[in-house]
Nanobody, 124 residues
Framework: QVQLVESGGGLVQAGGSLRLSCRAS????????MGWFRQAPGQEREFVAA????????IYADSVKGRFTISRDNAKNTVYLQMNSLKPEDSAVYYC?????????????????WGQGTQVTVSS
């Protein structure tokens, strides 16, 4: 079992930056991909970014490419999401997720463990 706890959300003005963190605990930090997803009110959960354990395989949603960066520190059992040039449409609850299998995917149902989410609000 893996427990994931996100932190770092908050209120920021458009154009600003935030860094989200997700610390894993429980059994050995997943050997599989870690991902970030987000969900705005009334909308489905959508993929943001994911990478493999080594970082050799990384995928970003088109909407965040060039603005967000996912990284992970396996020694600290932590994955990060650096968000720059934030826009009001980035406002959502952000969730980190871990997958047991090794392939990096963008589908929420492929991920086995989820954090509780952290709110990000970008004001215009």
């Amino acid at each position: 079992q893996v427990q994931l706890v996100e932190s770092g959300g908050g209120l920021v003005q458009a154009g600003g930056s935030l860094r989200l963190s997700c610390r894993a605990s429980g059994r050995t930090f997943s050997n599989g991909p870690m991902g970030w997803f987000r969900q705005a009110p009334g909308q489905e959960r959508e993929f943001v970014a994911a990478n493999s354990r080594t970082g050799g395989s990384t995928i970003y949603a088109d909407s965040v490419k060039g603005r967000f960066t996912i990284s992970r520190d396996n020694a600290k059992n932590t994955v990060y999401l650096q968000m720059n040039s934030l826009k009001p449409e980035d406002s959502a609850v952000y969730y980190c997720a871990a997958r047991s299998l090794r392939l990096v995917t963008t589908t929420p149902n492929d991920y086995d463990y989820w954090g509780q989410g952290t709110q990000v609000t970008v004001s215009s």
